[in-house]
């Protein structure tokens, strides 16, 4: 049981570049999210899927698309990457409403340099 | 990783003490509540919640308070290790939105243990 499995680890994008983020978890949870960190900042939200099938944006979309391809996994994609992207990603899963845990679990996290 | 921590207020611990990391919350609708720890180059590991129906809940080694009147949240650790040593932020569920929950996360407090 991995848990919430993020790639790539790091990457490095000049300015305009496009790139995907993936995430995959294995709990069989229906939520998942993505998230941004910045130095002496909490995380915040860029995009999230309820459940399979659905997305939503979330307090930072711009810039920003998602696809949930299935359960399991759920990307994020940057079409033309601008330094003001320079973060660390996370994603995250949730049972979901109306499960007993609504503990949220992290992957490890991918360090995006825009330059 | 240690980029994220830049700029956090930081509480210093000698080893053996106890410490207690506060939070403020800002809604006060909220029903939830996570304390997160995040090592330097990691995704953030849960370590304790708590429903707003108590004001105290305890795990091993950590006890969580919470004050709705003044909407504040403590971490109390106890006999601290060098292995606590990292950054600490709570995180609020203000409300089921489309089906999931939306945490809104506070920035963080690096705690470091002394030998």
């Known amino acids: 049981n991995a848990g919430v499995t993020q790639t790539p680890k790091f990457q490095v994008l000049k300015t305009g570049q496009s790139m995907t983020l993936q995430c995959a978890q294995d709990m069989n949870h229906n939520s998942m999210y993505w998230y941004r960190q910045d130095p002496g900042m909490g995380l915040r939200l860029i995009y999230y899927s309820a459940s399979e099938g659905t997305t939503d944006k979330g307090e930072v979309p711009n810039g920003y698309n998602v696809s949930r391809l299935n359960k399991r996994e759920f990307s994020l994609r940057l079409e033309s990457a601008a330094p003001s992207q320079t973060s660390v990603y996370f994603c995250?899963?949730?049972?979901?409403?109306?499960?007993?845990?609504?503990?949220?679990?992290f992957g490890p996290g991918t360090r995006l340099t825009v330059t | 990783g240690e980029s994220v921590g830049l700029h956090l207020p930081t509480l210093s611990v000698q080893e053996g003490d106890n410490s207690i990391i506060n939070c403020a919350y800002s809604?006060?609708?909220?029903?939830?509540f996570i304390w997160y720890k995040q090592e330097s180059g990691k995704g953030p590991q849960f370590i304790i919640d708590i429903r707003s129906n108590m004001d105290k809940r305890q795990g091993q080694r950590v006890t969580v308070l919470l004050n709705k009147t003044v909407k504040h949240l403590s971490l109390q650790i106890a006999a601290t290790q060098p292995g606590d040593s990292a950054v600490y932020f709570c995180?609020?569920?203000?409300?089921?939105?489309?089906?999931?929950?939306?945490?809104?996360f506070g920035t963080g407090t690096r705690l470091k243990v002394l030998a």
């Open positions: 995250a899963s949730t049972e979901g409403v109306g499960a007993i845990s609504y503990e949220q679990y």
């Open positions: 809604n006060s609708a909220s029903d939830y």
């Open positions: 995180a609020e569920n203000p409300a089921r939105v489309s089906g999931t929950y939306k945490y809104i």
